[in-house]
């Protein structure tokens, strides 16, 4: 496969405290254990990442498919430019490279967060893990984990690396609501790295002065705004207690605060089976209201009755003839050519029906009322 320099230089360490190779690679629980920067398995996976094997690692599909479908910004890309920006340091298989510890960490410190999005699962929020426990039939697989399941990081193992770090990423549950996020942000304004690439998501739900009065400090901030639509679909999406206008206008004043270095402020947007007829309006505004706010885009690949790619292909060429309609369909190309990669699965889209009745119905939203166009496809199906 393609070199990626992510198993040498990268960890991700997910809400149960366990260590990934990166947030793209799915493999089976069990399959490897990567507890160890120097174990064996991670000593495998960085010589199958530096082979001249022509097969891309099974775990690696997403940036494979990503990559075969033009785009620029596979977990592999980006991470392998970071290695050129730190001057390629030497690599090697046992510990990735003289450091002896990873240089970018990608973590999930809990699921403490205050929306519950659709896709996402109690492992990465609090707010559908009570959810699960008052309709256990959403989330059948999670019923028996305790509270403590997705809360067993170890905070002092990060922190004590707060000195080599070069790069620092906080995702979900909710980064800006947790203690952890705090002290980290402490300990690297104390140790002085306040230089290192800071890159956080947040559901920009509020605009917590504590968090930002911290994060403010820090030189090279990259904040990443998640938005799913541009109107209340977002807060179907997202759960009820998400308000899209307030989320709308914090973009603006998170942008007005009093920054000590770059900031570079994104709204990032995942694509559902529910926003396929309309999910280019909010990059639309976005470029008329918040010409300095980046954005990018991804569709959903799990769980997969939320992937566009599953839809029947006469929905996707409805989507796809309704953004070049509103004159959205050349920049959104990228997103076209991977709902198109994969064959309609009729299983999925039959499962998600079932499945969004049932949570429609615990969370008192109406797909119609948010969606209509795909409520009325929907509706059709048996
Ligand atoms: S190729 Fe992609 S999925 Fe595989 S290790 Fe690299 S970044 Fe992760």
């Known amino acids: 496969m393609p070199f990626c320099a992510v198993p040498f230089i990268h960890t991700f360490i997910d809400t149960k405290g366990k260590n990934r190779i990166c947030c793209a690679a799915k493999w089976t629980p069990g399959q490897y254990d990567l507890q160890d920067w120097e174990g064996k398995d991670y000593q495998k996976i960085r010589e199958a990442v530096s082979s001249d094997d022509k097969e891309w690692l099974p775990e690696c599909n997403e940036c494979k498919r990503r990559e075969e479908a033009g785009q620029e910004d596979s977990y592999r890309k980006i991470n392998n430019k970071l290695y050129e920006q730190l001057d ?85 549950g909710e980064p800006t609501v947790q203690p952890e996020t705090k002290a980290i942000m402490k300990r690297l304004i104390d140790v002085g790295n306040t230089g290192l690439r800071f890159n956080i998501t947040t559901n920009g739900t509020n605009v917590n002065t504590t968090f930002y009065d911290l994060l403010k400090q820090f030189k090279q901030v990259y904040l990443q705004i998640s938005i799913d639509d541009y109107g209340i679909g977002h807060d179907y999406i997202r759960g009820p207690a998400s308000n899209f206008e307030t989320i709308w206008k914090n973009i603006k004043k998170i942008y007005e605060l009093d920054w000590a270095g770059d900031v570079n402020i994104a709204i990032h947007q995942t694509i559902t089976t529910f926003n396929i007829f309309n999910f280019w309006e909010l990059r639309q505004q976005t470029n008329i209201q918040y010409p300095w706010c980046g954005f990018c885009n991804g569709i959903v690949y799990y769980p997969p009755i939320y992937s566009p790619q599953y839809l029947p292909e006469k929905w996707k060429d409805m989507a796809a003839e309704a953004a070049k309609k509103a004159g959205a369909y050349e920049d959104e190309k990228h997103i ?24 429609d119905f615990a969370r008192n939203q109406h797909l119609k009322d948010y969606f209509p166009q795909f409520a009325e496809v929907f509706e059709g199906i048996n």
């Open 88 to 172: 390629r340091p030497e690599l090697n298989i046992i510990n990735g490279t003289n450091f002896e510890v990873p240089i970018s960490y990608d973590l999930r410190m809990n699921n403490l967060c205050n929306l519950s999005c659709r896709m996402c699962g109690p492992s990465s929020s609090s707010q559908l893990y009570k959810e699960m426990i008052r309709h256990p039939e959403l989330w059948p697989e999670s019923a028996h984990q305790p509270p403590e399941a997705y809360n067993s990081m170890d905070i002092n193992r990060i922190i004590n690396e707060a000195e080599s770090m070069y790069e620092i990423k906080l995702l979900g």
């Open 336 to 359: 076209f050519k991977l709902i198109y990669q994969v064959e309609t699965n009729m299983n999925y889209v039959r499962e998600l029906k079932n499945y969004t009745s049932i949570m």
